[in-house]
Each structure stands twice: as C-alpha cells, then as structure tokens.
C-alpha cells in the first residue's frame, strides 16, 4: 500500500449531474495530483495542486476543478458530466519538486450513464 | 509537448520466460518512471530511472536519456507479473505534469 487513499471506490452517476472525489495525501506529501484513465489508455494529468492552489493543469475543461486543504487532501470535482468522463480517477501524492516520491492511490471508478 | 510511446503493446508469456519493454520519449527529461499497474488499477511504482541501470529482484530498468529511451526487463516472469506496464516521464513546462505513454499489456500463462 502506498498510504494515499481515495474515496469513493466506485460511482455511477447520469449525464449532467456533478461529482466530487476525494484523495487524501500520504504522510509528509504536500503536493497531489489528479488523473484521468479512460478504459484501455495511460493516465492522463488533469491538474496538480500545491500551497492549496493550482500547479500545473492538463488539457481538461474548466468543469474540472480542485481543491487542496490545509492539509494536503484534495477533491476533484467535475461539473455537467459528460458520458466520455467514465473512466478511472487516480491521485497521487508527493513531495513538491521530487519526482521520485509519487505515489498513487487506488482510484475512483466513475461510470457516467 | 512531450510523446511517449511504448512497445510492444501487448505480450503474452510463458510463466520463466524473460521479456523486455521498451519506451521511446521525444525530447531529452532527467527523468522517467515505470510502474505497475495490476488487475484492480493500482499503479505500483516499479523504477525512478533518470538515466542508468537499476535492478529490483526479478526487474531491472535501463534508461539511455542521450538516445531517448529506456527499457524494462522482468526475467523469470510469473503470473503475478500480468497486468499494464507504463512508463511515463514528468515535464516541469507549464507546470508540473507526469505524461504516460499507452502502456504494454503483459498477461503470463501458468
């Protein structure tokens, strides 16, 4: 285990509907990062967040969006959904600046019907 | 941006034999991950390889950062080993961002 957490395991919602997703960070990570994997492909980054705001963003819509709380868990949440938005959310955890250090969790499955 | 492509895309082995996988990445980073990820979709970190050889057990990990590609070998491979082998390398343009290439789906027969 790597001691990043996610919750919920699984979600099924319908189009148009929002979600929230939650990680909470390894102990002594201060930076936490979101990814899409869609059925069959490699993640993709949406964002990373760091001090509680945004470090970096991917090719994703502004109906992705995150928090990071004063200490270091994180929420994604996604807006309107979509059916192309069911796929595997993961987070990972790790240190600003050492890339060495990133862990991930077990993921949200999100099943848009 | 930065492509990472990865090769072959799927592979079927023997339980013993021994397999090598491979990543091509466009532009010259410092550094570069492969991990694991098993049937349930936990990514497992396997290597952090910026250039050079590591070796884990039955695992080792060579990146050549100068020729832009980095190569994963399990030897004795085990049923236990099945599942999608990424490696993926981290850009700091624009941010912080770990890009994934498409994986190799590794399944190894009893």
């Known amino acids: 285990e790597t001691g990043v957490t996610q919750s919920p395991t699984h979600l099924i919602k319908t189009r148009g509907q929002q979600v929230t997703l939650r990680c909470s960070s390894q102990?002594?990570?201060?930076?936490v990062s979101w990814y899409q994997q869609a059925l069959g492909q490699g993640p993709q980054f949406i964002f990373q967040?760091?001090?509680?705001?945004?470090?970096g963003r991917g090719n994703f819509p502004p109906r992705f969006s995150g928090l990071q709380f004063p200490n270091y868990s994180s929420e994604l949440n996604v807006n309107a959904l979509e059916l192309d938005d069911s796929a595997l959310y993961l987070c990972?955890?790790?240190?600003?600046?050492?890339?060495?250090?990133?862990?991930f969790g077990p993921g949200t499955r999100l099943l848009v019907l | 941006g930065i492509q990472v492509e990865q090769s072959p895309p799927d592979l079927i082995l023997q339980e013993g034999a021994n397999s090598t996988l491979r990543c091509n990445f466009s532009?010259?980073?410092?550094?570069l991950q492969w991990f694991h990820q098993n049937p349930w979709g936990q990514l497992i970190n396997l290597f952090y390889?910026?250039?050079g050889t590591k070796q884990n057990g039955r695992l080792s990990a060579t990146t050549v950062a100068t020729e832009r590609y980095s190569l994963l070998y399990i030897s004795s491979s085990q049923t236990t080993d099945s599942g999608v082998y990424f490696c993926?390398?981290?850009?700091?343009?624009?941010?912080?961002?770990?890009?994934f290439g498409a994986g190799t789906r590794l399944f190894v027969k009893a």
């Open positions: 993926a390398v981290i850009s700091d343009t624009g941010g912080f961002k770990t890009i």
């Open positions: 102990s002594g990570h201060n930076t």
């Open positions: 990972a955890s790790s240190l600003f600046g050492r890339k060495e250090t990133q862990y």
């Open positions: 967040y760091y001090r509680e705001e945004e470090n």
């Open positions: 532009d010259s980073v410092n550094n």
């Open positions: 390889i910026p250039s």
